[in-house]
């Protein structure tokens, strides 16, 4: 099995080619299921954000699953893949597991080490595994990635800069304006973004915030919070002209500003500058907007030049969680490799767990006058003593995964502990224990040994 994952990002594709993959909330699901229903991903799990797109997958054959992802990438978004292909990366296994754990972490954000992207991958896994799109494999690397991000951010001081896109648009606003105290700010979009914004412009001075968004009730909950207003976007078109700033972040699948708008905007404001940033995708302004003198348009790809001078400490920590993305990769191969053992592994457990149950079965006819008491002193000792017996065998199965001749170690211990029904059966999917117990040994010198701990235990 190989695990790979195929996408584009910011550094690979434009925004314009971005948003049109651009994958809403409500849509993942039935995204999701589509891919799971293709014959060569065994797994998977889909990552969908303003800066990226990727598909992670676990296959037999990563080939044949890039030809089939970029498939579903064309019928699922309408665009010839001739449109795309040249914009996707594809990594497989080391290198998709370490462009997993770097995303979740923040390292392969366009502002580095922003914290939104962990929760996005979070969300992302927990539907992936609600829609039983993930299995064993997907279970623990996702779940190592997320657990690896919180410990990256409370380890080290990556986080400690306020840098997020919507911290970058407050910064050029801060550069063009230098203070929002007189100015009127309208945030549309009263998601976690627009929020983010409102927090970031309230925090840099801004008092007089205009929130907009599509339903009245969710603008007034985050305008509460800052003395501001809100609007629909309705309500909002007569208030416009008195914006000197505009920030967009909302999931609208059209402009919701086009040129004609703004161009009757600014003749009532008698040309009176007009500050626009779009942190959507896809975009919420209509980008010939930019052509209207006095109006000055950025989006969101814009913003990579504006944090830079924010960035030099978190490198710095980045370097730091390098080594920790070492490390997991390590345990997680370390987990990867036993899977192939594991099947050994329980038939193990269970012919010990068999050998002890019926040994003790043979101990208690063989001394029916033992007490309770006496009965479970010498069971706990007796599984005490099998289990150091099949600790080496066991540590010694996980090590032999790892070589190259592992195949053939395997089968000497299949039998040389006659483990072959114990396997078929596991291979049948019964249910084989997973108590850390012992393999075979001497039945008879096992009773010998209880006769003796009966003793100890009476005196």
């Given amino acids: 099995m190989h ?21 809403a909330e409500e849509q993942l699901s039935d995204a999701l299921t589509k891919l799971k229903s293709t014959m060569s991903i065994m797994e998977c799990v889909m990552v969908a954000t303003c800066n990226r797109t990727e598909i992670y997958a676990v296959v037999e054959r990563p080939q044949i699953c890039g030809h089939d992802v970029r498939w579903f990438m064309e ?22 597991i370490s462009h997993l754990f770097k995303v979740a972490c923040g390292l392969d954000s366009m502002i580095i080490g922003e914290t939104q992207i962990l929760g996005q991958v979070r969300d992302a896994f927990l539907e992936a595994q609600r829609l039983k799109t993930t299995g064993k494999i997907f279970n623990m690397l996702f779940k190592q990635a997320i ?31 230098g203070s929002f105290s007189e100015k009127n700010v309208f945030v549309f979009g009263a998601g976690e973004t627009g929020e983010l914004t409102a927090k970031h412009l309230h925090s840099n001075g801004a008092s007089r915030i205009q929130v907009v968004n599509r339903t009245l009730e969710k603008a007034q909950e985050v305008a ?7 609007y629909t976007y309705e309500q909002a078109r ?64 814009d913003l990579k030049d504006i944090v830079e001078s ?6 710095m920590e980045a370097a730091k969680i390098d080594v920790m993305i070492v490390e997991e990769m390590k345990q997680f191969a370390s987990w990867y490799q036993t899977l192939g053992v594991v099947p050994l592994i329980r038939a193990l457990h269970s012919k010990a767990a068999q050998v002890h149950e019926t040994t003790m079965d043979s101990l208690t006819k063989k001394l029916p006058n033992l007490s309770e008491q006496e009965l479970k ?10 289990n150091q017996m099949i600790q080496e065998p066991v540590e010694r199965v996980k090590e032999m995964a790892g070589e190259k001749k592992a195949d053939d170690a395997i089968e000497v211990i299949t039998q040389l502990f006659n483990l072959e029904q114990e396997l078929s059966e596991h291979k049948n999917g019964q249910d084989l224990t997973d108590t850390p117990v012992v393999a ?19 005196s």
């Fill in 147 to 177: 657990t690896l991000a919180k410990r990256a951010h409370s380890e080290t001081k990556i986080g400690e800069l306020a840098v997020s896109v919507s911290y970058a648009a407050v910064e050029l606003g801060k550069h063009i304006f």
């Fill in 238 to 301: 007569p208030e416009l002209e008195q914006a000197d700033i505009m920030i967009s972040s909302t999931a609208a699948k059209q402009y919701i500003l086009t040129k004609s708008d703004v161009e009757a905007i600014m003749v009532k404001r008698r040309n009176k500058p007009l500050f626009m940033i779009d942190i959507a995708v896809p975009r919420d302004f209509d980008p010939s907007i930019a052509s209207i003198d006095n109006v000055f348009l950025y989006d969101i790809d």
């Fill in 3 to 23: 695990i790979v994952v195929v996408g584009l990002n910011y550094r690979t594709a434009p925004v314009e080619v971005r948003e049109r993959f651009a994958l």
């Fill in 75 to 96: 019928q699922w978004f309408g665009l010839p893949r001739e449109q795309f292909t040249n914009y996707l990366y594809m990594y497989e296994d080391q290198q998709a």
């Fill in 224 to 230: 509460a919070q800052f003395n501001g207003v809100a």
């Fill in 310 to 315: 924010n960035l030099a400490q978190r490198k």
């Fill in 377 to 386: 002193v010498i069971r706990k000792l007796t599984k005490s003593m099998v």
């Fill in 440 to 458: 075979a040994s001497d039945r008879k010198g096992i009773v010998r040994s209880a006769k003796k701990l009966a003793a100890l235990v009476r």
